[in-house]
């Protein structure tokens, strides 16, 4: 389904068939034209703040990361993971003789 601003696009590239549903409806009015472009405005300004939005909460989640207590609980989950794995490394070795 195509989205409103696309077809407005659309129909804004091909003005010969604009003149042609002009000269065959008298009936279009400035507020037809109005009501078309403000939903097309709508729908194109929620999809600008929606990918806003997107930006601001991947900005945040960046500079999340960089927070010191973030930073001190990955060190620690690290260190324990190096931990185990040596564990399991020895338990391994052992095993094996």
Known sequence: MPRDDDLLDDLLSRRDLLDQIGRRRAALTVDDVALVLGKALKEQRRAILDHVNRLMRLEQLKKGHNDPKHETHYRT?????????????????????
């Open 77 to 97: 989950l690290w260190r324990r993971l190096d931990a185990v794995e040596s564990a399991l490394r020895r338990m391994q070795r052992e095993r094996a003789r």
